[in-house]
């Protein structure tokens, strides 16, 4: 039996928006659609939006790309690749998504191109309390 994964879903977030909320909320739904499906893969599913977005947030980043969202956005995905056993790349063109395969790359991570990629586990539910 295959070992439970932490993938790291990588796509874009702002690539193809022109910064534009509503396509970048797009562009979220569809790591998390994938994450959901990672997940019941039964392997569990990670996204540097999760880490990123709220610190950048209390650091006090003003909008997309200012100082702040340098220092966090993308260095916080690529420390979270060191923790995790793969890297799942999802979507259209995105810089930030090729550098988290490249990343996972160098560190010798599993680098899926697609859902069926990942090994899909026989595994018990967790226990309801």
Not at 47 to 75: C, N, Q, R, Y
Not at 99 to 112: E, N, R
């Amino acid at each position: 039996m295959t070992e439970q994964l932490m993938i790291l879903v990588a796509g874009p977030y702002r690539g193809g928006t022109n910064d534009d909320p509503v396509l970048i909320q797009r562009n979220v739904d569809a790591m998390e659609e994938m994450s959901l499906a990672v997940f019941r893969r039964g392997h569990l599913p990670v996204m540097g939006e999760w880490f990123a977005l709220p610190l950048l947030k209390h650091a006090g980043s003003k909008k997309i790309g200012d100082t702040v969202f340098d220092e966090i956005f993308h260095p916080i995905a690529r420390e979270l690749i060191g923790k995790c056993d793969g890297v799942l790349r999802i979507g259209g063109a995105s810089s930030g998504a090729d550098d988290m395969v490249a990343t996972g790359q160098k560190l010798g991570k599993k680098i899926f191109r697609s859902l069926e990629e990942i090994p899909l586990l026989d595994r018990e539910p967790p226990a309801r309390s």
